[in-house]
């Protein structure tokens, strides 16, 4: 149950009006159809036997289609309110979403288990805090109108009632099972779907549609694409199957249900015992109430279910980052002058080896620090550790003598210019490409620009910074990688920080831009701790 109010919680924190709102007519709608089922018994009354009636049909006519007028409107706002919470809600999940997988570290996505993790509360995100409000809702309403029902019922007997809930036991165990067994299945193929949103992206995506044409590969994953839906779809069927069998048994007992039930209520209207009107408003409260009680049976079921699924949610939500503010931080020198890698031992999760092992260096400012090697040496991750987005396994990286898991992570990030081997792409304007970097103000914009010979790519382009970048929107310019490259140098110059580390800066550059970049290096080299990153040729 824990969850399931948890996830209450979050749908009232979205909008609490539309949740009270919510409340309220579902309510109405609970209990307007019982008003109008009593008012078409006392219509019928008054029309075979006048005397019997205090109402006119006139009056009871009126009425009837009063209820049915306001019936409608009412279920006409419910419908807009619905749609209103729905989209709150998503944009709430998402919001919860974006900013967890924002805030964990690193080596998390180096763990299948969190890309498991993640793909599951993604999928349920979106509408399981909505559909248990509903089972909630659904519940509440449904007892409000089973109550009116059994009031009416057993007027005739309660042989009819007892009937009536012992018919919907089957159809309620057929529906737990029914849930328990597709969230097992879900959770156990998680990979398999992942596998199939995976090869559907390497089928319509960009960045794979030049070597998915080249070396003709749209065969081989639409082959690949085409066996896991099959091995998912027919695992699926199979159990539908099964299910589907147990439904139909479940409607065999519910139609026998029914007429022994009628049969009950045709008796006493034959032999007198209720007028026709009554005869009426029972069979259409039991053909209700049925309905009322499948309502129940699936609120309770859907729960049940969405307990298991919302759980996918939570267990993303729940997981914390390693790598965190100090309880008691030191902030950044405002100068740093040295930049040490002391004894630095690192093995990814799930590998065999070590990425680096008892590694040792030293940076200082006013000169160019150079880190060579063969590739999958562990050049790159050293970047990840002076920025604190891994933690070595033993060792540390020092700045100023100080280890650097003494700083907040968000302020030492700030005091490094980082260009990244695997640059970042933004499909936003060149301006914003750049200022990403720690700044907004023009000036220093075209500074970094002039610095990373970007300005030579502004200047050729049709709005210069406010020139939108990429072809994945409506208006966008594509660049060469060694255009991107420069772009992203610029970002990594734009806030001036005292130490810039660049990964295989040169690899996209031309001779002229790869002379540009040597230039600007030596200028900036005397107020800055500059360690470049390249691969053994």
Known sequence: MKNLWKALLMVRACDPWSFRRRILYELLQSLLP??????????????TDASASAYSPLTLLAALCGIFLLTRVVSALSSVNNDVLGQRLI???????????ARLDMQYYDTPAYHDTLHRAQQEASYRPLQILSNFMALGGSMVSIIGVVAMMITASWWVIVVMVVAVVPGFAVRLYKARRIYRFRRENTQLYRRTSYYGTILTARDFAKELRTFNLAPLFRGRFVEVRKQLVTRLLSISRRLGMLDILCAFIEAAAMFLIVWLLLKQAFAGAITIGTFVMLFEAFRRGQGYLQNLVGGIAGLYDNRLFIGNLFEFLQLEPAIVDPAEAVSVPEEITEVQFRDVTFRYPDMERDVLKNFSLTARKGEITRIDGHNGYGKSTLVKFLLRLYDPDSGAVLVNGVDIRRFRPSQLRGRMGVLFQDF??????????VAFGGTKNDADIQRALALSGADQVVDSLPQGTETLLGRLFDGGNELSMGQWQRVALARALVSDAPVLVLDEPAAWLDHDARKHLDETLQKLKEDKIIIIITHTQ
């Open 424 to 433: 970042a792409r933004f499909y936003c304007t060149v301006g914003e490409n």
């Open 91 to 101: 944009d709430h999940v998402s919001d919860l979403l974006q900013h967890q997988s």
């Open 34 to 47: 019982l008003v109008g089922l009593y008012i078409l018994k006392l219509l019928i009354d008054s029309v």
